[in-house]
Each structure stands twice: as C-alpha cells, then as structure tokens.
C-alpha cells in the first residue's frame, strides 16, 4: 500500500525512495529469509531485524504524533531525519550480507529457477538475479542516503526557524 500512496500522491514520498525500500524488503523477507531457513540464525538476521524495527518505531511515532496532535517533540524530529545515518548503513549490510549468505544453497537448491528447455524457452537463474539485485546495491544506497540527507538538512533547519 505504501507504493500505491506514494505514486498517487497520498503522502508525500517519491515513488523513487519507496520503491526500492519495499522492493527490498519483500525480497529480503520472502525471497531470502522465508524461502532459505538456512539464513535463519546467521547475524545478520539480527541486525536486520533491529535496524529495521527502529527505523519503523521511529517513524511511525513520528507520523502518529503529528497525525494525532498536529505535531511531534522535536527529540522526535530529530530522530525521524538523523536515525538513518546509522541504521541505513546497517541495514544495508545486513540485506547484501543475508543474500549472499543465501546463495550457495539458491545455487544448490535451484529454488525458483526455471531451466530449459521449456514451453516458453526461457530460463530463469534466482541466484544470478539475487547476485545482480546485490549489485543494484551500489547505486542505490547511495541514492537513498543522499536523499535522506537532503530530508533532513531541509527539514531540520525549518525546525530551527520556527
């Protein structure tokens, strides 16, 4: 739903910051935690799991206070634009981490492949999209944190005015 209300202008967030964020995250939870129990006890699931809920603990009080009161403390504020600047880093980390953890036993599985030949003559690699969805990393953490810094930059010094 999240995507929806982005690219109908719901709420203010670009399609281009949303996307990926839950693109990643339903990849990451289905694709690799769910479909690979062998990733289940690696570290990495733990510091995925704490990064991700403070984000959105974090986040979601931020929204809820300003939709119940009209506005949120500005400890919360702060939290809301300056949180990421460890966790997205973290996350990050955590999400290569898991996927390459998962692709040995994607490669020895062959979950979610399709080889051929076929009746469509297609082929499909999970573990190649996996390692390509990796890759994807690189300029896309880039692009979210530069975003993030902008959000913050302009949302913390219209704080300081008012």
């Given at each position: 739903?999240?995507?929806?209300?982005?690219?109908?202008?719901?709420?203010?967030?670009?399609?281009?910051?949303?996307?990926?964020?839950?693109?990643?995250?339903?990849?990451l939870?289905?694709?690799?935690?769910?479909?690979?129990?062998?990733?289940?006890?690696?570290?990495?699931?733990?510091?995925?799991?704490?990064?991700?809920?403070?984000?959105?603990?974090?986040?979601?009080?931020?929204?809820?206070?300003k939709?119940?009161?009209g506005?949120?403390?500005?400890?919360?504020?702060?939290?809301?634009?300056?949180?990421?600047?460890?966790?997205?880093?973290?996350?990050?980390?955590?999400?290569?981490?898991?996927?390459?953890?998962?692709?040995?036993?994607?490669?020895?599985?062959?979950?979610?492949?399709?080889?051929?030949?076929?009746?469509?003559?297609?082929?499909?690699?999970?573990?190649?999209?996996?390692?390509?969805?990796m890759?994807?990393?690189?300029?896309?953490?880039?692009?979210?944190?530069?975003?993030?810094?902008?959000?913050?930059?302009?949302?913390?010094?219209?704080?300081?005015?008012?």
């Open positions: 739903m999240e995507i929806l209300h982005s690219a109908t202008g719901l709420v203010r967030s670009p399609i281009s910051a949303t996307l990926p964020q839950i693109t990643s995250r339903l990849f939870t289905w694709g690799i935690l769910w479909s690979f129990p062998e990733t289940h006890h690696h570290i990495f699931v733990t510091s995925l799991a704490i990064s991700w809920s403070i984000t959105e603990i974090v986040r979601y009080s931020f929204f809820g206070m939709e119940a009161f506005f949120a403390p500005s400890w919360l504020l702060w939290l809301r634009y300056s949180t990421f600047m460890v966790l997205y880093p973290t996350g990050m980390v955590s999400e290569v981490g898991l996927i390459y953890v998962a692709l040995p036993h994607m490669t020895a599985s062959q979950k979610f492949c399709v080889t051929m030949p076929n009746k469509w003559n297609f082929s499909f690699n999970y573990s190649y999209a996996s390692a390509l969805s890759a994807l990393y690189i300029p896309g953490f880039p692009h979210m944190f530069c975003y993030m810094v902008a959000q913050r930059k302009k949302v913390l010094s219209k704080a300081k005015k008012t």
